[in-house]
């Protein structure tokens, strides 16, 4: 069983507009969930994170929202540029050791 | 700081043939993760590591997968004999003591192709 679904897929948007991207967890165990950026021939790298005590988390253009009650989490990015075209995850841990991973999302921001 | 090491960047072996993969993790950190990363399922966690002691390898898919961390500085992931179907990006990732994020930070990963 996935332990967390990510959507869309694919994404693309236009330079300047709002990317958004959302999960869905099933465990109400975890307390701690990143999201994580990958370049092509890279590993993925932390972008943000958030514990489930609070709603938001935002930094620089990045935010995520956090709903506990719908166990649903998602990233915007504000202001979208060419250089922020990346696969994006989201992921899900208890006590920082396991962590599960969405199946990605890959953002194509046009110039 | 080199960050997370891993060699070898790409191997290609024929299905049958042992197949070890390694890694060096960043001084200091007491963490090592071993992730697989395909399209089809995603990015797993295979095992992880904690001060050098194997905590859950649930994720390792055969037994024909196994992974060792003789130290700190050091982990392997060997699979013996490869199949077509392991064919993947193999990520290692590294965790610091009580960071303030937990973050894991992965290595470039090896692309292993077998035929």
């Known amino acids: 069983q996935q332990q967390v679904k990510q959507s869309p897929q694919s994404l693309i948007v236009q330079k300047g507009g709002i990317s958004i991207i959302n999960c869905a967890y099933e465990?109400?165990?975890?307390?701690?969930f990143p999201w994580y950026q990958q370049f092509p021939g890279k590993g993925p790298a932390l972008l943000i994170a958030i514990r489930p005590d609070v709603s938001e988390k935002k930094e620089g253009r990045f935010t995520i929202s956090f709903n506990k009650s719908a166990k649903q989490f998602s990233l915007h990015i504000m202001d979208s540029q060419p250089g922020d075209s990346a696969t994006y995850f989201c992921a899900a841990s208890y006590n920082f050791n396991k962590f599960y991973f969405g199946s990605g999302t890959k953002l194509n921001v046009k110039p | 700081d080199a960050g997370v090491i891993q060699s070898p960047r790409h191997e290609v072996t024929e299905m049958g043939q042992e197949v070890t993969l390694r890694c060096k993790p960043i001084s200091g950190h007491n963490s090592l993760f071993w992730y697989r990363q395909t399209m089809m399922r995603g990015l797993e966690l295979l095992i992880y590591f904690n001060n050098n002691v194997p905590i859950d390898d649930s994720g390792m898919p055969e037994d024909r997968f196994s992974a060792k961390m003789p130290n700190a500085s050091f982990s392997t992931l060997k699979i013996q004999p490869s199949e077509p179907r392991d064919s993947a990006v193999y990520f290692c990732a590294s965790r610091g003591r009580n960071g303030a994020y937990n973050e894991q930070f992965f290595g470039p990963g090896t692309r292993l192709t077998v035929l």
């Open positions: 465990n109400t165990a975890f307390d701690y």
